[in-house]
């Protein structure tokens, strides 16, 4: 098997200049990730409280129905 050069180059490269490819770390606001959690926790909780009122009124419906 032979190995082409162009790609040997391409590595060569790529491994000469690793500093290129590291990018500076952005900096993150922990206040506005917990807000985002807080948001999304609120959304999950009314969704479960939506499907458990769903379900609890089907049942009653379905109760009266039977009697």
Partial sequence: M????????????VVENPSQSIETPKR??????????LEE???EKKKRAIILYTFLASLCVL???TY
């Fill in 41 to 43: 926790s609120k959304k």
């Fill in 28 to 37: 993150v606001n922990v206040d506005v990730l917990k807000q985002k959690l």
């Fill in 63 to 65: 109760t009266i129905l």
């Fill in 2 to 13: 032979y190995v082409s050069t162009e790609s040997l180059n391409r590595t060569s490269n």
